[in-house]
């Protein structure tokens, strides 16, 4: 046969034509997309922080309450940029129990820890839900519930897993979040069918019954979210009773706290006026109770002045007033200042630093406040050896303070705890070891307003390291 009859015929031959899609195919499609729009929407109505990823764990959406929330904008929580939100402790913990959900292939609930723009650290519960329409995993859905506004049944316990991280073993109690889940998985399913409809041309009374089961489901969408607005409403006045609470509670403890402080400095002053007078005193027994009276005095004092500043930052009273300062000079002398408390136990205290000058702007009584506490804490907690403090400038123009000492350490069970309010590494170190477990918090919280970050390192009978890294302009 002729090869160029074979090419005539060939290019002669006319290519089959892809029919357009019918009038009413075409409608249902734009109805799906119609549907779509509408899910969208509904996402980001429901008044939780919610983020969606794809089947390989990247995010790819967020809604308006994560970004509000967060002070993360939507390209700056895509992928796995999400995390910067989280607490530094609880990352690794979360994506462990995230890989677990998916080799599980069921939906998990746990709680972790996010923080705002001002530093603040809070818990919120969260259901990590699997997505799919066709049995296997196509995407995953994250329903965040702040804690404080939760309401905890009796009957759920959590469960500590460590490194800030909390499953929560019984979800069923959980009502309001389990609707909001199924809410999202029936978004996420309608989503998902449009999609499939928009792509592909299907039989038309294959795309009618879809279109008769979306309807059936849009329904049940609504009837939900009447319900999740009702309970949002109850959220919110619940809210507004702890909010209140809260700001009786502070207002209590700063005039507690002042009351308290008055009587307290004039038992310190005549104190210390009588022991000026110790040549007066008929023997030596007598200017050892003016010594007790003295010391117990001033521990009051400031276990005063921890509670107060407490209440002040709950209640947002407390302000930073920088000023240009030379931070080795502050370091010098605060532990000069301490070194009588480390030598009556018998330790060292030493400062290492090679810089003659390292000039910040900075709150000078704030960072004296934090240097205090944490030389104290860890004059009290080591029997024997020394500490070490050191300062060194850091890339980014900051500046890294470390404390070491040769102390008891804490567990790791107890490093996640370490900052809390009224926490110390267990009951019978409490009872042990004088203080209210404020001190560390405090630090905590100021060195978050100063835009900074505290870290810990520590095992038993090994002591610990606390680092300190602070901006060196406080804006």
């Known amino acids: 046969m002729n090869p160029a009859f074979n090419q005539q015929m060939s290019e002669s031959t006319p290519s089959p034509v892809e029919e357009p899609p019918s009038v009413e195919v075409e409608q249902l499609r734009l109805r799906l997309q119609a549907y779509e729009t509408r899910q969208q929407q509904l996402l980001q109505a429901i008044p939780h922080l919610i983020w969606l990823a794809d089947a390989n764990k990247s995010v790819v959406w967020v809604n308006q309450h994560w970004c509000s929330y967060t002070g993360l904008t939507m390209a700056a929580s895509l992928k796995q940029d999400f995390l910067q939100a989280l607490h530094p402790q609880d990352r690794d913990r979360f994506l462990s129990l995230w890989q677990q959900a998916e080799i599980a292939a069921n939906q998990f609930t746990l709680i972790y820890r996010l923080f705002q723009p001002n530093g603040t650290c809070q818990k919120f519960l969260v259901q990590l839900v699997p997505l799919s329409s066709t049995g296997q995993i196509e995407a995953w859905g994250a329903i965040h519930t702040h804690l404080p506004l939760a309401m905890q049944p009796d009957g759920i316990q959590l469960r500590d897993e460590g490194e800030g991280v909390e499953v929560v073993p019984s979800y069923a109690a959980w009502q309001g979040v389990s609707t909001i889940a199924s809410v999202i998985g029936q978004s996420a399913n309608l989503l998902t069918q449009g999609a499939i409809a928009s792509q592909q041309a299907q039989p038309l009374n294959t795309l009618k019954e879809q279109e008769n089961h979306l309807t059936a489901q849009n329904e049940l969408l609504l009837q939900q979210t009447s319900k999740l607005a009702q309970q949002q409403q109850q959220i919110q006045q619940q809210q507004q009773q702890l909010q209140q609470s809260a700001r009786l509670k502070s207002q209590f403890l700063a005039t507690i706290s002042h009351e308290l402080r008055t009587p307290m400095n004039a038992i310190i002053g005549f104190s210390q006026l009588l022991l000026r007078q110790r040549r007066y005193l008929s023997d030596s027994s007598q200017e050892d109770m003016l010594q007790r009276i003295l010391s117990n005095g001033r521990n009051l004092l400031s276990l005063i002045n921890n509670i107060l500043d407490l209440s002040n930052l709950e ?3 407390l302000a930073l007033n920088p000023e240009n300062l030379d931070l080795g000079l502050l ?73 070491q000492d040769t102390g008891i350490g804490i567990s790791k069970g107890d490093l996640s705890h370490i900052f809390e309010r009224f926490r110390q590494a267990d009951q019978s170190q409490s009872r042990r070891y004088s203080g209210a477990g404020l001190g560390l918090a405090i630090a905590d919280w100021l060195i978050r307003i100063m835009g900074g970050d505290i870290s810990v390192e520590s095992s038993p009978g090994q002591g610990s390291t606390f680092r300190v890294e602070l901006p060196r302009q406080v804006k």
């Open 331 to 403: 370091i010098r002398a605060t532990v000069e200042e301490m070194r009588s408390q480390a030598e009556q136990k018998g330790l060292s205290l030493q400062v290492q630093s090679d810089l003659q000058m390292l000039m910040v702007s900075n709150d000078r009584t704030r960072l004296h406040q934090i240097l205090v506490i944490l030389i104290s804490n860890a004059i009290k907690f080591t029997e024997s050896g020394g500490i070490l403090v050191s300062l060194e400038p850091i890339s980014g123009d900051r500046a890294l303070i470390t404390i």
């Open 315 to 317: 209640a947002g009273y």
